[in-house]
């Protein structure tokens, strides 16, 4: 605000100046008249006070000019301040920003927690093999279960086929009530299969 103001006034000043200068201008030619007026009716008397006043008239317009170009540098100047002004201030925001930022990153606490990540991490690695295991050696257990069932099956359905084809040899339910004949073919059919079964190395 303060540069802004001064600005205000350079500026008031340079118009000032302006205006001063164009008035001396237009005196330093009447005074030209005059002098060429007072040349023609051989008045040298009035021809040397009126040159005098010219030429005080001239340097204080040549003063004018330098005034003017003093003002008009002190502007530059306080623009080129402005400038600084507000790149200091820019740095010193961002020094401000940098200082928090370093306090927020302890190098030592920042140390400690990429050693605490990196550990945290081994231990989840860890787990997620440990894991991966027991699942393998459950998926193994069931495979083999299964493989264990297919085997059973395999001997049931070969079993099947014998107990078929004995069962095709008993009284059918047409002929009347099962005999005493058709419990001991079931018992003998048990004992059968029993006795494959073990054969078969299955308990």
Do not use: H
């Amino acid at each position: 605000d303060i540069i802004k103001e001064q600005n205000r006034e350079l500026r008031g000043t340079q118009r000032a100046i302006s205006r001063d200068r164009a008035a001396l201008e237009k005196q330093e030619k009447q005074l030209e008249l005059e002098i060429k007026k007072m040349a023609k009716t051989g008045n040298k008397e009035a021809c040397k006070v009126l040159a005098k006043q010219l030429v005080q008239l001239r340097k204080q317009k040549n003063r004018t000019y330098a005034v003017s170009s003093k003002v008009t540098s002190m502007s530059t100047q306080t623009k080129v301040m402005n400038s600084q002004m507000k790149m200091a201030g820019a740095m010193s925001a961002t020094a401000k920003t940098m200082q928090a930022v370093n306090k927020k990153m302890d190098p030592q606490k920042t140390l400690q927690t990429m050693q605490n990540f990196q550990k945290e991490n081994m231990k989840m690695e860890m787990t997620e093999e440990m894991i991966n295991d027991t699942l393998d050696d459950i998926f193994d257990a069931s495979d083999e279960e299964e493989e264990s069932q297919d085997i059973v099956n395999q001997v049931l359905d070969e079993i099947g086929i014998e107990i078929s084809g004995k069962m095709a040899k008993a009284p059918s339910a047409a002929r009347g009530l099962p005999s005493a004949s058709a419990a001991t073919a079931t018992t003998i059919s048990d004992e059968e299969i029993e006795r494959q079964l073990k054969a078969l190395g299955v308990d």
